[in-house]
């Protein structure tokens, strides 16, 4: 599955999006752990992220379906 990501995370990977591999059944805690693995440099951000799963913002419990548009969603902060 490709992983969009916007804001500080694209800066933080270094990359607009990331290819990964879950098993079958794997959650939006499981994708959160495999981009951790991948950059651990996210790690800060990825803690305060939202995950969209389909268009839809999901909780770490939710199935991640194959094929599933996936994006991170870092914090807005402005002034």
């Given at each position: 599955?490709?992983?969009?990501l916007?804001?500080g995370?694209r800066?933080?990977a270094?990359?607009?999006?990331?290819?990964l591999?879950?098993?079958?059944?794997a959650?939006?805690a499981?994708l959160?752990?495999?981009?951790?693995?991948?950059h651990?440099?996210?790690a800060?951000?990825?803690?305060?992220?939202r995950?969209?799963?389909?268009?839809?913002?999901?909780d770490?419990?939710?199935?991640?379906?194959?094929?599933?548009?996936v994006?991170?969603?870092p914090?807005?902060?402005?002034?």
């Amino acid at each position: 599955m490709i992983v969009q990501l916007f804001a500080g995370a694209r800066e933080l990977a270094g990359a607009a999006s990331i290819h990964l591999n879950l098993p079958d059944g794997a959650t939006v805690a499981d994708l959160r752990q495999a981009l951790l693995l991948r950059h651990p440099g996210l790690a800060p951000l990825l803690a305060r992220s939202r995950i969209a799963v389909d268009r839809e913002f999901a909780d770490d419990s939710a199935v991640v379906p194959d094929g599933a548009e996936v994006a991170v969603i870092p914090p807005v902060s402005g002034g």
